[in-house]
């Protein structure tokens, strides 16, 4: 039993802290006394399955032993070494990298590392900068790729640009924080197209073969003026913003990069490391095999037992940086702890094969949650792979009405979650000790650990069919 008097830690959580996403009337803590496996025990012993695995990063599972290991040899070997010395776990894990995780990718060459994912960004879009000698980087709408800097200004999710947002009023803007030197292009959302079109259709209406959305997107950079513009960026499938795209769109937007002569960044903070059924989202979502210039990675690297990030490059990236001086040091980046936790972490997903792991139980998981919808008028579409799954919930299949007309547009602001489908979904699925949710009000995003078993998979549709049933009761 925990010493720990839990009562005197909410007080002070609630007196000490700055919490995100609700006001302070608003907030209550959500007490956690220890982890296990994908399980979150709260103080008076109740087991939560963590179908979120926190944000999307816990892929090998809470507390892996060998994990654990790695991590406490260096703590009895290291302090903290900044990044002019060289440990072995820093060599090792980019050798992982490049030679065990991505072997015969053809484009790998370096890594340079970060403190976390949006830190990544940030470094691949100055490594971009830096390389071409030019400012812009397209982003494209209900994008995610972190809060600081040109991260945020690339992150297109309304809810997490930066902004207040109140129950009661307009939201405001955190001043200085938009857009500079970036714009935006459409999303490959197909459910709910932005240029109104119906997928596949929409291809097979030009004469090219391209998605309309990426012929946009190619209108658009060149309208910036090529001598102008850097760089892509694109999530392999939406974290945040949960979308997941066509298969030909990737490789689409590979040849429009080439065509270009732009770099293309992949931001895998969230879809690397086996959370799509492949070690990383582009190859997971692509119907050929593509190369991008550099992939960003975070979280499944170290299964966030700590946090790192990192940015890997082609060749030509890491020929161009090893021309250089460039004086942008981070004081932790290559700290020796998170590059021991990765060293130990990649080597136990590498021996277990955990990206097959996920891509077995995704198949298991798709047919439960296929089943679901054939129960539930409420749910629209069922898109994903591996451990990631987007849920659309409806309230009408023919015409997918959503329940929130925002849908990802939402601003986070309103009195009352208690009309978001998914807030209410999520709410009684916990009550049977499931851990579901997302950030998009209409849209379930569903993924546990890469090693997630069967008979959780069953708890997880079990409870689920419970929420949508109390759903549609309150809400249709
Ligand atoms: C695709 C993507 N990029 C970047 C980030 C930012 O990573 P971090 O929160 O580690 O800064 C996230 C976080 O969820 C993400 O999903």
């Known amino acids: 039993m925990s010493t720990i008097d839990w009562s005197k830690i909410a007080e002070w959580d609630e007196k000490y802290n700055v919490h995100a996403f609700v006001t302070s009337e608003e907030y209550s ?39 654990q290991r790695g991590i406490k040899e260096a703590l009895d070997r290291y302090g903290f070494l900044w990044d002019i010395y060289t440990t072995d776990y820093k060599a090792e894990v980019s050798k992982i990298l490049v030679e065990d995780v991505l ?6 060459a370096k890594v340079r590392y970060a403190l976390g994912g949006g830190d990544a960004v940030e470094t691949a879009v100055l490594f971009a900068r830096l390389c071409t000698g030019k400012p812009l980087v397209a982003t494209r709408e209900h994008a995610y790729h972190g809060v600081g800097g040109a991260a945020v200004q690339l992150t297109r999710m309304v809810p997490s640009r930066s902004h207040a947002s109140y129950p009661n009023k307009a939201p405001r803007p955190v001043a200085g924080s938009m857009f500079q030197n970036t714009f935006v292009c459409p999303t490959p959302f197909c459910y709910r197209c932005s240029l109104g079109h119906r997928y596949p259709e929409c291809k097979a209406a030009r004469a090219d073969g391209l998605l309309p ?40 937007i590979e040849d429009m990069k080439n065509r270009l002569g732009i770099i293309w960044i992949v931001d895998e903070v ?59 040091v981070s004081t932790f980046a290559g700290h020796p702890l998170p590059l021991a936790a990765a060293k130990a972490n990649l080597n ?56 929130i007309k925002e849908d990802r547009f939402t601003t986070f602001s309103g009195n009352d979650f208690g009309c978001w489908p998914i807030k209410v979904v999520s709410k ?39 929420g949508f049933t109390k759903m549609e009761k309150e809400l249709l």
């Open 29 to 67: 803590p959500v007490l956690i006394e220890r982890t296990e496996g994908n399980y979150l025990v709260t103080p008076d012993g109740t087991r939560l399955l963590d179908f979120c695995n926190q944000l999307y990063c816990v892929n090998a599972g809470q507390n892996v032993p060998e994990i």
């Open 103 to 108: 072997k015969n990718s053809g484009w790998a």
């Open 213 to 252: 959305c990426v012929a946009l997107t190619e209108e658009m950079i060149v309208s910036h003026n090529l001598s102008n513009v850097a760089a892509i960026v694109t999530e392999p499938a939406y974290g945040a913003g949960t979308i997941v795209p066509p298969k030909e769109y990737l490789p689409q």
């Open 270 to 328: 969230l879809m690397g490391f086996g959370r799509l059924g492949e070690w990383f989202g582009y190859q997971a979502m692509s119907d050929r095999p593509v190369k991008p210039d550099m992939i960003t990675v975070a979280k499944g690297i170290t299964s966030s037992a700590l946090p790192l990030g990192a940015v890997i490059v082609s060749r030509e990236i890491a020929d161009f940086m090893d021309g250089i001086r460039w004086n942008h």
């Open 348 to 403: 136990y997903m590498l021996e277990t094969n955990l990206p097959a792991a996920a891509k077995k139980i995704g198949v298991y998981f798709k047919a439960g949650l296929e089943e679901l919808a054939a129960k539930h008028k409420t749910i629209g579409l069922i898109a994903g792979e591996g451990m990631f799954f987007q849920l659309e919930i409806v309230k009408n299949k023919e015409t997918r009405e959503p329940f």
């Open 428 to 466: 009684y699925a916990a009550e049977k000790g499931v851990l579901v949710g997302g950030f998009v009000p209409n849209t379930l995003r569903l993924g546990g650990a890469c090693n997630t078993t069967e008979k959780e998979a069953d708890a997880v549709i079990e409870a689920m069919d419970y």
